[in-house]
């Protein structure tokens, strides 16, 4: 028997999909004390999955991601001037990049 070979995964071509996979970057205190540990963090749609994170940011920034955590947060009724409304769901996706690795939120796709 012979051992299989691993062969690495073919470039993806970053498309519309994939950079609406990627909202925003969140620029916060928190947040950004997360670069010390090679972390970024974005604003993703509430519908995505962790494998379809990991491609966009992969084939957008050209960078290898080790780990992904993900977390969403339930919209909740606010009250403003005696009118109610209701403030969306939302989730971030928190990334963890492959040591020497790095991306600069400060600067456009």
Partial sequence: ??????T???A????E??????????????ATMGS???QVTFRVP????KPDIRLAVEAVFKVKVVKINTSTQL???K???GRKAFRSDTKKAIVTLAEGQKIDVSTGI
């Fill in 1 to 6: 028997m012979t051992a299989a070979k691993k």
């Fill in 8 to 10: 690495d995964k073919p």
């Fill in 12 to 15: 993806v071509k970053p498309t």
């Fill in 17 to 30: 999909a994939l950079y609406e996979m990627i909202r925003t970057p969140v620029i916060t205190e928190k």
């Fill in 36 to 38: 010390q540990y090679n």
């Fill in 46 to 49: 509430v519908s995505a999955r």
């Fill in 75 to 77: 919209g909740k009724t």
């Fill in 79 to 81: 009250v403003f001037k």
